[in-house]
Nanobody, 124 residues
Framework: QVQLVESGGGLVQAGGSLRLSCAASGPTFATYAIGWFRQAPGKEREFVAAISRTGGSTDYGDSVKGRFIISGDNAKNTVYLQMNSLKPEDTAIYYC?????????????????WGQGTQVTVSS
């Protein structure tokens, strides 16, 4: 079973950047696809980005396309989410999640394994 730990969250001004990390422990991490989701108070968990096991395929939520970049480093068992041009509406707890197999999903229910989340706050 994969265990996931997010880091890199914090407080940033609008227009700034942050890079989140999702570090995985456990065997055969390279066989998992990874997704990033976020949840703001009073809102449903929202798909942000995902990357396939090989890193050859990625997808993004409409609200972050062109601003966020997901990447992976299998040697380090880590997936990154580079967040640029941040907006106040990006404020949320960000979670990484994993699922067995090469292909990622776009729904939270597609992922059985979750990290504890990291808070991102964007001030106006």
């Amino acid at each position: 079973q994969v265990q996931l730990v997010e880091s890199g969250g914090g407080l940033v001004q609008a227009g700034g950047s942050l890079r989140l990390s999702c570090a995985a422990s456990g065997p055969t991490f390279a066989t998992y696809a990874i997704g990033w989701f976020r949840q703001a108070p009073g809102k449903e968990r929202e798909f942000v980005a995902a990357i396939s096991r090989t890193g050859g395929s990625t997808d993004y939520g409409d609200s972050v396309k062109g601003r966020f970049i997901i990447s992976g480093d299998n040697a380090k068992n880590t997936v990154y989410l580079q967040m640029n041009s941040l907006k106040p509406e990006d404020t949320a707890i960000y979670y990484c999640a994993s699922r067995w197999g090469g292909n990622f999903g776009l729904r939270a229910s597609d992922y059985p394994y979750w990290g504890q989340g990291t808070q991102v706050t964007v001030s106006s």
